[in-house]
């Protein structure tokens, strides 16, 4: 981000969050900054809390679910990664645990269903000519767009993405391949993103969506911004 986030120095001028429950997705390409805006947020307020992971109860349901919409998963050539099918589980597990209003904190999602859904779409190639496999997605974005009430979107220029990342030693993808190929990645990511979210927004109920560049949003003014917004849901 443009400058290491101060929660101190960041006012709400007099307003409040919400008392009730929100779900809010971080969503943006490897280096845009979601671990940082994550921090922050919880630094801020103890009500901001990371999703939890599935439990094991949780993932089994959903993987039996799954099996029973997609039985020939467990067979099919080539077979789908671990990484795969443990994202259509949390897709569903996810849900069942945070839909409804069940939870009385403000949950925030790194890598969450929305993101799960376009890496899956966009990468995905063993099911990519899959009618069934196509619908289950676009089911599950729409039932996810209208379960979340906001959706963060951060991006910042491919070049500083990468220094980012190398800085770091994130994201090793990146880190393996030639810099024209990284570009190609980050682009594939981002526009990934933007399908799941502008091709299937229902328009009956829609989350917020917030779009910051951090390569140039002050960082007090991007948080100060978001708090306000989540004030105004009330």
Not at 190 to 196: E, H, I, W, Y
Request: some cysteine; proline content about 4%; aromatic content about 8%.
């Amino acid at each position: 981000m443009a400058s290491e986030l101060k929660t101190n120095e960041v006012s709400m001028s007099g307003k409040q969050l919400p008392s009730g429950s929100l779900l809010i997705e971080m969503i943006g390409p490897a280096g845009s900054g979601k671990t940082s805006l994550i921090k922050a947020l919880c630094q801020h307020d103890e009500r901001f809390a990371l999703c939890d992971r599935p439990g094991l109860f949780r993932r089994i349901f959903a993987f039996a679910r799954l099996i029973s919409l997609c039985p020939g998963l467990l067979i099919h050539r080539p077979r789908l990664s671990r990484d795969e099918i443990r994202a259509m589980i949390y897709l569903q597990a996810w849900h069942v645990i945070y839909s409804g209003g069940k939870q009385q904190a403000i949950t925030l999602f790194d890598h969450g269903p929305l993101y799960r859904i376009a890496i899956l779409r966009e990468f995905c190639t063993k099911l990519s000519n899959s009618t069934r496999f196509q619908q289950w997605l676009t089911d599950w974005s729409r039932r996810w767009l209208r379960t979340l009430d906001v959706v963060i979107l951060l991006d910042a220029p491919n070049d500083i993405l990468m220094e980012r990342v190398f800085a770091r030693g994130e994201f090793r993808v990146l880190m393996t391949v030639s810099a024209e190929e990284a570009r190609r990645l980050l682009d594939a990511y981002r526009s990934a993103f933007q399908r799941v979210l502008k091709s299937e927004l229902p328009p009956e109920r829609s989350p917020l969506i917030l779009n910051f560049d951090t390569s140039s949003a002050a960082s007090e003014d991007m948080l100060r911004e978001i708090l306000c917004k989540l004030a105004s849901l009330q």
